[in-house]
């Protein structure tokens, strides 16, 4: 199976500051045949279901505010919020469905300072 | 609209089987590329990615649980149904069910089920 890491575990963040999350596999997630890399971004916000945010490294879902982007290649990968907002509070998690089974990173907690 | 929810018993005992269901609408699991996944969270830790199942009847599941695991769908009830067998306490938790697209992966999600396993 691929294996999911994610840094850091929790991430105090001021309002209006920028921040950042990494994630990393064990295998790369490039698909050469399509010229994809399948690694995604959901949110879980407190009490909530998760959300998709980032698809395929770098897309953002519908709706999704243009503070969130995704970046990386192979095996290496971060999530930037620009500017973080009150709302932007809950656990990230980074997921990669370049093969079966697919699988979760352990989640990243960030909230405010 | 595309909107999936979760439904099944809220409590087994330890050694039943637990079996949940996957209503969906706004699409259908008979179009090429389509798929219903279902992920599991134990209380207050993180997303584990269960099973999936997709148009053309293929599965796939965790590896630590496949013995455990089977996922079926019914195009048309608009259903995708998993049961896991031999339910132990480690197996409490919110159990979410989401449609799968090749493109944007998990986008749409369930409000979740949550199943305690208690004697």
């Known amino acids: 199976d691929i294996v999911m890491t994610q840094t850091p575990l929790s991430l105090p963040v001021t309002p209006g500051e920028p921040a950042s999350i990494s994630c990393r596999s064990s295998q790369s997630l490039f698909d050469s045949g399509d010229g994809h890399t399948y690694l995604d971004w959901y949110l879980q916000k407190p009490g909530q279901s998760p959300q998709l945010l980032i698809y395929?490294?770098?897309y953002r879902a519908s709706g999704v505010p243009d503070r969130f982007s995704g970046s990386g290649s192979g095996t290496d990968f971060t999530l930037t919020i620009s500017r973080v907002e009150t709302e932007d509070i809950g656990v990230y998690y980074c997921m990669q469905r370049m093969e079966f089974p697919f699988t979760f990173g352990p989640g990243t907690k960030v909230d405010i300072k | 609209q595309v909107t999936v929810r979760e439904s099944g018993p809220a409590l087994v005992k330890p050694t039943q089987t637990l079996t949940l269901t996957c209503t969906f609408s706004?699409?259908?699991?008979?179009?090429?590329?389509?798929?219903v996944s279902w992920v599991r969270q134990p209380p207050g830790k993180a997303l584990e990615w269960l099973a999936l199942i997709d148009w053309d009847y293929d599965q796939y599941y965790s590896s630590s649980l496949k013995t455990r695991l089977t996922i079926s769908k019914d195009t048309s009830e608009n259903q995708v149904v998993l049961t896991m067998t031999n339910m132990a306490p480690s197996d409490t938790g919110t159990y979410y069910c989401a449609r799968v697209t090749p493109v944007d992966g998990l986008d749409v999600w369930g409000q979740g089920t949550t199943v305690t396993v208690s004697s």
């Open positions: 395929r490294l770098s």
């Open positions: 706004g699409f259908s699991l008979n179009t090429r590329g389509m798929c």
